[in-house]
């Protein structure tokens, strides 16, 4: 029996010899991954090594936390310490290692109350839902919600990075809100209604325009549209009096927005541009096409600002 320990004692203090303590890796290895968010920060000082520890957690946090739930982060530090800091011995310097270490029973402590405020918020916004729906009036306590949305988001992206098992907080709570913004927008449909000349050119920017709001875009006979765009697009041409062969052609649209519902006017303007080249054709293009960037930059800016607060 005594021969049978001996080798095997013999090969266990091999196994000890020959492993490096002095790594990073096996200095983490101490802290169960479980339990604790663990980073390394190194210098030519021990102030400096636990110092750039931290530093490299805030900047990890960072990168998994989008900008809107980024306030937080310093909490999340805060509630870190560096627990652990060694000289590397087999440098030609001084130079020394730290780990930052971070018990995930903390960061829940910080996230946990904010998510749990955010769903309560948005299930009392959810009850200001109309009931039957109300397109213009839900898509108002939509927007309300929305920056609530974004920044529970946000916090879920942070709770989960700081989970052993990356799992997200509460999903079957925050499930009826996340595309509920989507839902609310797309439910208010917009009928554009476009007359004259180049009348696709125009039409094909607003439309553009308004589905990159992500409302929804209908026939202007839609008996169901809850807002219509008018266009109405005049142009005029010339020649230059002062350049051979430049064909000068002046573009304008007339705009009206209209709540089908209240059946009012609620924003009207007019947008008029020229363009010049040796072709007629050309000119019409080119000048219709830039009264319909900016006529699509207007419906775009009037009608959200609306929406928000009609």
């Not at 917009?190 to 607003?206: D, I, K, M, T």
């Not at 219509?228 to 350049?243: C, G, L, M, P, W």
Request: net charge neutral; with cysteine; glycine share 4%.
């Amino acid at each position: 029996m005594k021969k049978i320990i001996a080798p095997m004692l013999a090969l266990t203090l091999v196994a000890c010899a020959g492993l490096n303590k002095n790594t990073v890796s096996y200095q983490m290895s101490k802290y169960d991954t479980a339990q604790y968010y663990t980073v390394a920060g190194e210098g030519s000082t021990k102030k400096e090594a636990a110092a750039h520890a931290l530093d490299n957690m805030q900047r990890e946090l960072t990168q998994h936390t989008p900008a809107v739930g980024q306030d937080i982060l310093g909490d999340l530090v805060a509630n870190a310490q560096v627990e652990k800091v060694w000289r590397d011995k087999e440098a030609d310097t001084k130079h020394y290692y730290a780990l930052a270490v971070l018990p995930r029973t903390k960061a829940n402590a910080v996230l946990t109350p904010l998510l749990n405020q955010a769903d309560a918020q948005l299930t009392g916004l959810a009850q200001q839902f109309s009931s039957p729906a109300d397109p213009l009036a839900d898509l108002k306590v939509a927007y309300k919600m929305q920056p609530i949305i974004e920044r529970r988001n946000a916090l879920d992206e942070t709770y989960q990075f700081l989970q052993a098992d990356h799992a997200s907080y509460m999903p079957d709570t925050f499930a009826p809100y996340k595309n509920v913004f989507k839902e609310k927008m797309a439910a208010v449909l917009v009928g554009v209604s476009v007359e004259g000349v180049e009348s696709r050119v125009l039409a094909s920017y607003v439309v553009d325009s308004l589905n990159k709001m992500g409302l929804g875009v209908v026939d202007a006979t839609d008996p169901d549209q809850t807002i219509s765009v008018r266009i109405s697009a005049e142009v005029d041409n010339y020649t230059s009096k002062k350049i051979d062969n430049l064909i000068w052609c002046a573009s304008g649209a007339t705009t009206q927005l209209v709540d089908m519902e209240r059946q009012i006017t609620f924003s009207s303007f007019s947008v008029h541009e020229r363009a010049g080249t040796s072709r007629l054709e050309d000119s019409l293009r080119r000048s219709m096409q830039e009264v319909g960037r900016q006529v699509a930059q207007q419906v775009t800016l009037r009608l959200e600002n609306y929406l928000k607060t009609k």
